[in-house]
């Protein structure tokens, strides 16, 4: 069964400090990885996703396959990127998206 | 003109009483589900329907039944209701099947439902 793991469950930087949020997986097909955004009292959106391999308000994130990673990345953290953070996972065929746990980054001025 | 909406946005209840949460996309996409947070914010799908079609059903109480009156709307009604059932529920509908995958799931803003 596929897994996904975000060990971060809190996350804290300084506004102009890089960021990392880490998403490990488990699947024994090819998958497809998202990277969703939850802003406070907002919907969940997606943020990007590996096939676009596009950086979307300076994120950017790669999909390792050797590593089973998709790491997201930013090289200088604003206040307004304070939100939760959730890593997920498409199976090969279907429509289903498994989730991980979420990260809360907190951006400090 | 939003794409996925849900009402109501709160719901506070006691426990015992049977209630619902709609669910609406008017962005003419054939696949919808539905989605628990719970306190500590995890993610976990519940169900998935495809053009009114039940495809996906996680371990959930039987409770919790879907319906989908067509393919526009998904609603949830739970039976019963107990404490646990206390989280923020979310909508959400995709397109299946586009060229290169990568289909995009669209949130509803979600239904907070505290069960008293």
């Known amino acids: 069964a596929q897994r996904v793991t975000q060990p971060e469950k809190l996350l804290s930087v300084f506004k102009g400090a890089p960021v990392e949020l880490k998403c490990n997986y488990s699947?024994?097909?090819?998958?497809?990885l998202f990277w969703y955004v939850q802003y406070s009292r907002q919907r969940l959106q997606l943020l990007l996703r590996h096939i676009s391999r596009e950086s979307i308000k300076g994120f950017t994130a790669d999909l390792n396959k050797g590593e089973t990673s998709f790491h997201l990345k930013k090289p200088f953290a604003q206040e307004e990127d304070s939100a939760m953070y959730y890593c997920?996972?498409?199976?090969?065929?279907?429509?289903?998206?498994?989730f991980g746990e979420g990260t809360q980054l907190t951006v400090n001025p | 003109d939003t794409a996925v909406s849900q009402t109501p946005k709160y719901l506070v209840t006691q426990m015992g009483n049977d209630k619902s949460i709609k669910c609406e996309q008017n962005?003419?996409?054939?696949?919808m589900y539905w989605y628990k947070q719970d306190s500590k914010k995890f993610l976990k799908i519940m169900f998935s329907?495809?053009?009114?079609?039940?495809?996906i059903n996680e371990t959930v109480p039987n409770r919790f039944s879907p319906k989908s009156p067509d393919k526009a709307h998904l609603n949830l009604h739970i039976n019963s209701l107990e404490l646990g059932d206390s989280a923020v529920y979310f909508c959400?509908?995709?397109?299946?099947?586009?060229?290169?995958?990568?289909?995009?799931?669209?949130f509803g803003p979600g239904t907070r439902l505290t069960v008293l």
């Open positions: 329907y495809n053009n009114k079609e039940l495809i």
């Open positions: 962005l003419g996409h054939d696949t």
């Open positions: 699947y024994s097909g090819s998958p497809e």
């Open positions: 959400a509908s995709s397109q299946d099947g586009l060229a290169g995958g990568g289909n995009e799931q669209f």
């Open positions: 997920a996972l498409r199976e090969t065929s279907g429509s289903r998206l498994t």
